[in-house]
């Protein structure tokens, strides 16, 4: 369902940040949980996150204080504005969801928990198939 828009996204983080998908706890991926709680924190197996959230814990932080908000989604936020551009926070979720960082509730008939699940599981996936020998 998601193939092609996770495949844009991992394109995307192989441009800008080869070797990222080794730093993706696939255990405790889980799409819809957008931050590590108390970021900024090294990634532990308490804690589990989008694939950005988890690569904001990693990558550089920069003024990463800006993100900080009562959703505590700071390190997904800054990845996106690391991808998309200073205030990508405003970018529309259709075109995030082109890279497979999010769902498009919109543009689906599926539930919301439902859409989720499938794009973890499709994500999971994907990085274990990158991972095989």
Known sequence: ???????????????????????????????????????PLEPTDDICGCVLGQLGVIIPHGNFRKFRDSTNWGSYNYMLDVLFGENSCVIPTTNIAEYGFTVDLIRSSLDSAELWNILTREWKQALLRRRMP
Request: glycine share 8%; proline share 8%.
């Open 1 to 39: 369902m998601f193939r092609e828009q996770i495949e844009r996204g991992m394109d995307l983080l192989d441009r800008r940040f080869p070797g990222w998908s080794m730093h993706i706890n696939i255990d405790r991926l889980d799409m819809a949980v957008p931050s590590f709680p108390g970021f």
